[in-house]
């Protein structure tokens, strides 16, 4: 199927931390996606220059509305720009859904296992949320890595008490008063607990910076996860 550009409109924006905000887009004719997939995003200057990024789709599909998760970067040539200027009314073009191996369906009914370096967390978001609304009873355990208490996204989300997801994060710089681990990067002993929970056949979503991902599927293995199950998602 060929993938056509399609005007969106901004219509709502969220602050996530002070660098990161979801967007809320109109899409007329949007088709749906599945959690997990992304979205190219395309946006044109006045002269014709035109630059393209990829960002993760944060929530399950609901009409022709869709949810972009941005982190802004420093001298970002395109995620400044949409996380704190593009007004809202105003219209870009995206291309998708785009992805079809980093998705969970809500047929599957084996443990999951989700593990998200910062703004990675994104696309696990859309899983947990098309979790809770498909009533799955499959165990969800999220593993989220962050560098302090004050970049944690979905802070609401993830702290409401579900008990059919468990949520352990993870900090790499400052933790919070009262935390028993010292701040420091990915463990093998961070991931063991909840990859002792999963079924042989559990699938492990992996989603983060680039270094991120490959040190987590590093340790997976090593913990003896096959890595047919481990799907990645990264960028850099």
């Not at 972009?68 to 200027?85: H, I, K, N, T």
Request: negative net charge; charged residues 25%; glycine residues 8%.
């Amino acid at each position: 199927m060929t993938l056509v550009w399609r005007r969106a409109r901004l219509v709502e924006r969220h602050p996530q931390t002070a660098t990161a905000r979801s967007l809320v887009f109109t899409v007329p004719e949007w088709s749906g996606h599945l959690p997990g997939q992304h979205v190219d995003v395309r946006l044109t200057a006045d002269d014709g220059y035109q630059a393209v990024r990829s960002y993760s789709l944060a929530t399950p599909a609901d009409g022709d509305r869709i949810e972009l998760g941005v982190q802004s970067v420093p001298d970002g040539e395109v995620s400044p720009y949409l996380a704190d200027q593009l007004p809202p009314g105003a219209e870009v073009e995206v291309r998708g859904p785009l992805g079809n191996w980093f998705v969970w369906r809500s047929e599957q009914t084996e443990p999951v296992l989700l593990v998200a370096g910062g703004s990675g967390v994104v696309p696990l978001a859309a899983m947990i949320r098309a979790h809770r609304k498909a009533e799955s009873r499959s165990p969800f355990h999220l593993l989220y890595s962050v560098r302090t208490p004050d970049d944690v996204w979905y802070q609401d989300q993830l702290a409401d008490g579900d008990p059919s997801l468990d949520v352990r994060i993870v900090y790499t710089r400052q933790a919070p008063p009262g935390s028993t681990r010292t701040p420091g990067r990915l463990t093998p002993d961070d991931l063991d607990a909840s990859a002792a929970r999963l079924k042989p056949n559990s699938p492990v979503y992996v989603c983060g910076p680039t270094g991120f991902v490959e040190t987590a599927g590093d340790l997976l293995v090593d913990l003896g996860r096959d890595p047919a199950t481990i799907r990645t998602e990264r960028f850099g």
